[in-house]
C-alpha cells in the first residue's frame, strides 16, 4: 500500500496540495433538499461541459501525489468513465486513500464500478461510504427519493461481498446531521452498529448555502450527544476501525475532529489554523478550482491555466482569497477538510496522542 509518511515534509512546508476533492458530475439521482450543490444539480442537466477524460489527464499530470483523493457531486458513479478517471489519478498521483460516497442507488452499478476500481488501484485504500440520513421511510422522504433506504441497503450486501477479496476496501456510512434527523441519531447509529460489514460511521454536519435553510436549525447539544455515542462506541470497541494500518491514528482524529466541530459550531468561529488551498483544493466537474467548497470565491477555471494546478494556485486571482484564509476571515465545519487541518498541525499531536492511547 501507499505510504501516507511520504506526506511528512507538507507538515512543515506546506507547499503542495496533498488532498483534492473533485464534483466529477453535477449530476444525481436524489432530490436531496440539503444539499449544498443543489443549485448546480437541479438546474443543469447537460454534461457538455464537464471535463473530458482528456482534459482530467492533464489536471493529473500538473499534481504531485496525494494523500487523500475524495470525489464527489452529484452522484459520482453516474459519471461513466469514473472508473477510468480513477485509474488516472492512480497512476500518475498515487493517492494513499481514494473516497467515494454514493447514495447507493444504482446497487450493480456501483458494486461494478467499485469492484473495477479496487482491481486496478491495489496500492490505494479505496473507501466507498453509503449516505444515510434516516432509517427505512424516514430516509426516502428526508433526500425526496421513494425506495433509497432499500437500495442503499442491497448496495451495502453487495458491496459486503468484495470484503474479504480485497484487503485495500474499507466500507462505511455517513449520515449528514439534520434539523429533521437529529433526535432520531441514537437509532441511527444503533442500526449502523449492528451492520457487520460497516467499518466506520461519520456523521458530517450540515454545510453550505442551501435552498432551505431550515435543515442548518440544529441543536448542537444534539450534535454533541451524537459525537460523544460514536467516541465511547470507538473507545469501548462496540464499534470497528478501519481495517488499514494506520486505523486508530484516523479514529483519533475522528474524535478530535468532532469536538472541534462543536467548538467551532459554538464560538462561530475558526479554533485552528486552515489549509485550504494550500494542502487542499476542489475541483468541479466544469473546470473551476477552488480553495475549499464552502467558498464562493474560486481561483480561476484550469482551462484558462492549460490544465495546470500548480500555476492557477500561484496566479495574481488566487493571492488575496489565500490571504482571507490564513487571516480567519471564514471558518466551516467542513470535515475532509478538518482531517488536513489536525494531521498537518504539530500543536495538535499532543491532543491526538491522547486519544490514541485510549482506543
Known amino acids: 500500500m501507499?505510504?501516507?509518511?511520504?506526506?511528512?515534509?507538507?507538515?512543515?512546508?506546506?507547499?503542495?496540495?496533498?488532498?483534492?476533492?473533485?464534483?466529477?458530475?453535477?449530476?444525481?439521482?436524489?432530490?436531496?433538499?440539503f444539499c449544498f450543490y443543489v443549485d448546480n444539480t437541479h438546474n443543469k442537466e447537460g454534461s457538455e461541459a464537464e471535463l473530458s477524460l482528456d482534459e482530467i489527464k492533464k489536471i493529473s499530470l500538473s499534481l504531485g501525489k496525494l494523500l487523500w483523493l475524495a470525489f464527489s457531486g452529484g452522484e459520482p458513479y453516474l459519471r461513466k468513465d469514473l472508473v477510468e478517471i480513477s485509474k488516472l489519478f492512480y497512476d500518475y498521483n498515487k493517492p494513499v486513500m481514494m473516497l467515494f460516497p454514493t447514495n447507493g442507488l444504482m446497487p450493480d452499478m456501483i458494486k461494478d464500478k467499485t469492484e473495477q476500481i479496487l482491481k486496478y488501484c491495489k496500492k490505494s485504500v479505496v473507501t466507498v461510504k453509503l449516505s444515510l440520513d434516516g432509517l427505512h421511510g424516514d430516509h426516502d422522504v428526508l433526500r425526496d427519493t421513494p425506495g433509497c433506504f432499500d437500495k442503499t441497503m442491497q448496495t451495502y450486501r453487495l458491496l459486503g461481498e468484495l470484503l474479504q477479496q480485497y484487503p485495500n476496501f474499507e466500507l462505511g456510512i455517513n449520515t449528514v446531521f439534520l434539523s429533521e434527523n437529529q433526535d432520531k441519531m441514537d437509532e441511527i447509529i444503533d442500526f449502523v452498529q449492528d451492520l457487520t460489514n460497516i467499518k466506520?460511521?461519520?456523521?458530517?454536519?450540515?454545510?453550505?448555502?442551501?435552498?432551505?435553510?431550515?435543515?442548518?436549525?440544529?441543536?448542537?447539544?444534539?450534535?454533541?450527544?451524537?459525537?460523544?455515542?460514536?467516541?465511547?462506541?470507538?473507545?469501548?470497541?462496540?464499534?470497528?476501525?478501519?481495517?488499514?494500518?494506520?486505523?486508530?491514528?484516523?479514529?483519533?482524529?475522528?474524535?478530535?475532529?468532532r469536538r472541534l466541530i462543536h467548538q467551532t459550531l459554538l464560538a462561530q468561529k475558526r479554533h485552528i489554523p486552515c489549509y485550504?488551498?494550500?494542502?487542499?483544493?476542489?475541483?468541479?466537474?466544469?473546470?473551476?478550482?477552488?480553495?475549499?467548497?464552502?467558498?464562493?470565491?474560486?481561483?480561476?477555471?484550469?482551462?484558462?491555466?492549460?490544465?495546470?494546478?500548480?500555476?492557477?494556485?500561484?496566479?495574481?486571482?488566487?493571492?488575496?482569497?489565500?490571504?482571507?484564509?490564513?487571516?480567519?476571515?471564514?471558518?466551516?465545519?467542513?470535515?475532509?477538510?478538518?482531517?488536513?487541518?489536525i494531521l498537518f498541525n504539530p500543536r495538535l499531536y499532543p491532543t491526538l496522542a491522547k486519544e490514541y492511547v485510549q482506543l
Do not use: W
Open 2 to 33: 501507499y505510504s501516507p509518511l511520504r506526506h511528512t515534509a507538507s507538515i512543515l512546508s506546506k507547499g503542495q496540495p496533498v488532498q483534492l476533492t473533485f464534483f466529477v458530475t453535477r449530476k444525481c439521482n436524489a432530490r436531496c433538499p
Open 200 to 257: 466506520t460511521h461519520t456523521i458530517s454536519m450540515v454545510r453550505g448555502r442551501l435552498a432551505d435553510s431550515h435543515f442548518k436549525e440544529v441543536d448542537y447539544e444534539k450534535y454533541r450527544c451524537a459525537i460523544d455515542r460514536l467516541e465511547r462506541n470507538l473507545k469501548n470497541r462496540t464499534s470497528s476501525l478501519y481495517r488499514f494500518r494506520g486505523a486508530k491514528l484516523k479514529a483519533a482524529q475522528d474524535i478530535v475532529q
Open 276 to 341: 485550504a488551498g494550500r494542502l487542499n483544493l476542489v475541483l468541479t466537474e466544469t473546470g473551476d478550482v477552488y480553495p475549499c467548497e464552502i467558498l464562493s470565491t474560486r481561483f480561476g477555471n484550469v482551462r484558462d491555466y492549460n490544465y495546470n494546478m500548480k500555476k492557477i494556485v500561484r496566479s495574481e486571482k488566487a493571492r488575496p482569497v489565500l490571504d482571507s484564509i490564513h487571516n480567519k476571515q471564514c471558518y466551516c465545519t467542513h470535515e475532509c477538510y478538518f482531517i488536513t487541518n
